[in-house]
């Protein structure tokens, strides 16, 4: 809902709304947050930055949106150096972060004339401004309330909007669903896709595998504060053994060691279980003709099954493939959460 | 939208209103802050009054006469350690993070929560001179050396509050900032001529309440309120005013651009 002059003004932007950043370091005490990160961003893209918890996501965007300083490595911003220029980056990004940064004792619509004021668009712009999003994000009948009574996702969508008050060309959007019930979480999904229409470039980071793989264009996946691999969707999807998995839940978790070995031959190196939930997932090559063959191998070991089927590959079993572990798990929870809190401070 | 980064100074000072505006409606909107601030501090006055008053000796004057001038300079001094507590909290809920990453003036964010506190100040001083004034106490100097004296104090406030910044932006939470208040203020407050003479503590503890910058702001504001001379007082507590402010101020911003490093 951007009006005509926005739009030209935007797609301008557009065209050096990237971000570069190359070879960037980030160490907190002992522990080793960024790990020689390059990226590259193409304007108008939707980019996803996956990773378990504490794997440096939340330290890259603060790098990114000035907030924090690499120990080595530089990023570029729509051309600007977030160091040297950092008071240029601020002007062409959003940022909106891992909690909503949003006040609670003022209502929506002073939280966002708020932020208009202090991009300077003056008071009448940033009012005006303020009311169009409220109705952009279906927050009017709430306007005039303290946020403080808003829910958790009225809170992420005012959050959303006061990233959007200045019209940026990239946004940054933090684990932008965490903590979402899956119906609010859908409705920002919708909010989010739309903003690439608008020609704006979404940096994107989550530990939802699902929501990576809706939004963005590219995806790279992060663990421990390295890029292990950057592609499409697909080119992900492919790596980890084709277009479809056959996917097979057996009934008894504890049997999971022997119903990996009685199917090892049909999946070799592709084959992945899950010791968690019982699952065992092997490339399909394309047919069904795998199904059968692991309902007998199956049978023969009397191992029970509950749930087979043939499905596309989950960003979860790319992981898994790089990574040897799902995105879920947090290999070293104690210095994960040490990482997280302090980049958050 | 023409959105360039500038931080010339409307700009600046626009930020600056924008950011008091915001500390001011926590004011207004959640009253129960001032309101328990102003309690203790009618609580404090009233005991202190009646359970010391009367075993302190102030060379013939009421203790109130006495006691009032320093009663409002510990105001703001207490007053500043809500400062690091307030900021603190902001620092908790990931707010500092969007203004930080907003193209606006930096040190607004700051400055505001300053402005705003000074407001705070000068209720609880008025507050401070009503109440004490039904206890008895009288200005025998006039009203305009009060109104000076009362500046005077809002200045010392403005410059202890940049302490309160400094630690509320350098500690890790909110009780933190709650203790790590107490700590600078207690020693200064009672280490001074604000409660007793100077001249009853041991001498070793005379030379500390000598230096201490509460002493000359204590002794200002009693010889403008009760008659006296102001002037060797006066340029002592302008000078700490000075030298405080232009230290914190410039310990804080260089802080609040490191926050999270």
Same mark, same amino acid.
């Given at each position: 809902?951007?009006n005509?002059?926005?739009?030209?003004?935007?797609?301008v932007?557009c065209?050096?709304a990237?971000?570069?950043?190359?070879?960037?370091?980030?160490?907190?005490?002992?522990?080793q947050?960024?790990?020689?990160v390059?990226?590259?961003?193409?304007p108008?893209?939707?980019f996803?930055?996956?990773?378990?918890?504490?794997?440096?996501?939340?330290? #890259?965007?603060?790098?990114?949106?000035t907030?924090?300083?690499?120990?080595?490595g530089?990023?570029?911003?729509?051309?600007?150096d977030?160091?040297?220029?950092?008071?240029?980056?601020?002007?062409?990004?959003g940022?909106?972060?891992?909690y909503?940064?949003? =006040?609670?004792?003022?209502?929506?619509? =002073?939280? #966002?004339?708020m932020?208009g004021?202090l991009?300077?668009?003056?008071k009448?712009?940033?009012?005006a401004?303020?009311?169009?999003?409220? =109705?952009?994000?279906?927050?009017?009948?709430?306007?005039n309330?303290?946020v403080?009574?808003?829910?958790?996702?009225?809170?992420?969508?005012?959050?959303?909007?006061?990233t959007?008050v200045?019209?940026?060309?990239?946004?940054?959007?933090d684990?932008p669903?965490?903590?979402?019930?899956?119906?609010?979480? #859908?409705?920002?999904?919708?909010?989010?896709?739309?903003?690439?229409k608008?020609?704006?470039t979404?940096?994107?980071?989550?530990?939802?595998?699902?929501?990576?793989?809706?939004?963005?264009?590219?995806i790279?996946i992060?663990d421990?504060?390295?890029?292990l691999?950057q592609?499409?969707?697909?080119e992900?999807?492919?790596?980890?053994?084709?277009?479809t998995?056959?996917r097979?839940?057996i009934?008894?978790?504890?049997?999971?060691?022997?119903?990996?070995?009685?199917?090892?031959?049909?999946?070799?190196?592709k084959?992945?279980s899950?010791?968690?939930?019982g699952?065992?997932?092997?490339?399909?090559?394309?047919?069904?003709?795998?199904?059968?063959?692991v309902?007998?191998?199956?049978d023969?070991?009397?191992?029970?099954?509950?749930? #087979?089927?043939?499905?596309?590959?989950?960003?979860?079993?790319?992981?898994?493939?790089?990574?040897?572990?799902?995105?879920?798990?947090?290999?070293?929870?104690?210095?994960?959460?040490?990482?997280t809190k302090r980049g958050?401070? | 939208?023409?959105?360039r980064?500038?931080?010339?100074?409307?700009n600046?000072?626009s930020?600056?209103?924008?950011?008091?505006?915001?500390?001011?409606?926590?004011?207004?909107r959640?009253?129960?802050l001032l309101?328990?601030?102003?309690?203790?501090?009618?609580v404090?006055?009233?005991?202190?009054?009646?359970?010391?008053?009367?075993?302190?000796?102030?060379?013939?004057?009421?203790?109130?006469?006495?006691f009032l001038?320093g009663?409002m300079?510990q105001?703001?001094?207490?007053?500043?350690?809500?400062?690091?507590?307030?900021?603190?909290?902001d620092?908790?809920?990931g707010?500092i993070?969007?203004?930080?990453?907003?193209?606006?003036?930096?040190p607004?964010?700051?400055?505001?929560?300053?402005?705003?506190?000074?407001?705070?100040?000068?209720?609880?001083?008025?507050l401070?001179?009503?109440?004490?004034?039904?206890?008895?106490?009288?200005f025998?100097?006039?009203?305009?050396?009060?109104?000076?004296?009362?500046?005077?104090i809002?200045?010392?406030?403005?410059?202890?509050?940049?302490?309160g910044?400094?630690?509320g932006i350098?500690?890790k939470d909110v009780?933190?900032?709650?203790?790590?208040g107490?700590?600078?203020?207690?020693?200064?407050?009672?280490a001074?001529?604000?409660?007793?003479?100077?001249?009853?503590?041991p001498?070793?503890?005379?030379?500390?309440?000598?230096?201490?910058p509460?002493?000359?702001?204590?002794?200002?504001?009693?010889?403008?309120?009760l008659?006296?001379?102001v002037?060797?007082?006066?340029?002592?507590t302008?000078t700490w005013d000075?030298?405080?402010?232009?230290?914190?101020l410039?310990?804080?911003?260089?802080?609040?651009?490191?926050i999270?490093?």
């Amino acid at each position: 809902m951007e009006n005509s002059s926005e739009t030209g003004q935007n797609s301008v932007v557009c065209t050096d709304a990237s971000i570069n950043i190359e070879g960037i370091n980030k160490r907190f005490g002992k522990v080793q947050a960024l790990d020689n990160v390059k990226l590259v961003v193409d304007p108008g893209t939707v980019f996803a930055l996956l990773g378990p918890n504490g794997s440096g996501k939340t330290t #890259l965007v603060r790098i990114l949106t000035t907030l924090l300083r690499a120990d080595t490595g530089t990023a570029h911003i729509a051309g600007y150096d977030v160091v040297r220029e950092a008071q240029l980056v601020r002007s062409v990004i959003g940022l909106a972060g891992q909690y909503p940064a949003v =006040e609670e004792i003022l209502t929506g619509k =002073e939280n #966002l004339e708020m932020i208009g004021q202090l991009y300077h668009l003056g008071k009448p712009k940033a009012k005006a401004r303020a009311q169009e999003l409220l =109705e952009q994000f279906d927050l009017s009948d709430a306007a005039n309330r303290k946020v403080k009574t808003y829910s958790g996702g009225m809170r992420r969508r005012l959050d959303l909007a006061a990233t959007l008050v200045a019209s940026p060309s990239i946004l940054f959007l933090d684990e932008p669903t965490t903590g979402l019930d899956p119906r609010s979480r #859908l409705g920002l999904w919708e909010v989010i896709a739309s903003q690439a229409k608008y020609c704006k470039t979404v940096f994107l980071t989550t530990q939802y595998l699902e929501e990576a793989d809706r939004l963005a264009n590219k995806i790279a996946i992060i663990d421990k504060g390295r890029i292990l691999r950057q592609g499409t969707n697909q080119e992900l999807k492919d790596c980890c053994g084709g277009d479809t998995l056959v996917r097979v839940k057996i009934a008894d978790r504890g049997e999971i060691t022997r119903a990996n070995n009685a199917l090892k031959e049909l999946g070799g190196d592709k084959l992945h279980s899950y010791p968690d939930t019982g699952e065992i997932t092997l490339p399909s090559d394309g047919g069904t003709a795998l199904l059968p063959e692991v309902v007998r191998r199956l049978d023969a070991e009397k191992i029970m099954i509950a749930e #087979l089927a043939l499905k596309p590959p989950t960003l979860d079993d790319v992981f898994l493939s790089i990574t040897g572990h799902t995105a879920e798990e947090t290999p070293d929870l104690k210095q994960d959460t040490s990482v997280t809190k302090r980049g958050i401070r | 939208m023409n959105i360039r980064a500038n931080s010339n100074i409307i700009n600046g000072l626009s930020d600056i209103g924008v950011m008091t505006r915001r500390n001011m409606l926590r004011y207004i909107r959640l009253p129960q802050l001032l309101v328990f601030n102003a309690l203790l501090n009618v609580v404090l006055l009233l005991l202190f009054n009646y359970v010391f008053g009367g075993a302190i000796r102030t060379g013939g004057i009421a203790y109130i006469q006495y006691f009032l001038p320093g009663f409002m300079v510990q105001t703001v001094v207490f007053g500043s350690t809500q400062t690091s507590v307030g900021l603190a909290e902001d620092l908790s809920k990931g707010m500092i993070d969007r203004f930080r990453s907003l193209p606006m003036f930096r040190p607004a964010f700051l400055t505001g929560r300053v402005v705003a506190d000074t407001v705070r100040y000068a209720i609880l001083i008025v507050l401070m001179i009503i109440v004490g004034s039904i206890m008895g106490f009288r200005f025998e100097n006039g009203i305009l050396p009060v109104v000076a004296g009362v500046a005077l104090i809002i200045l010392f406030g403005i410059s202890l509050t940049w302490v309160g910044v400094f630690i509320g932006i350098s500690v890790k939470d909110v009780e933190t900032a709650q203790v790590a208040g107490f700590v600078w203020v207690f020693p200064l407050v009672f280490a001074s001529s604000l409660y007793v003479p100077i001249e009853t503590m041991p001498s070793w503890l005379q030379v500390f309440a000598q230096i201490n910058p509460v002493t000359p702001m204590v002794d200002t504001m009693r010889a403008l309120s009760l008659g006296g001379n102001v002037s060797a007082s006066l340029w002592k507590t302008l000078t700490w005013d000075g030298a405080i402010i232009l230290a914190f101020l410039t310990m804080a911003l260089r802080r609040y651009k490191l926050i999270g490093q």
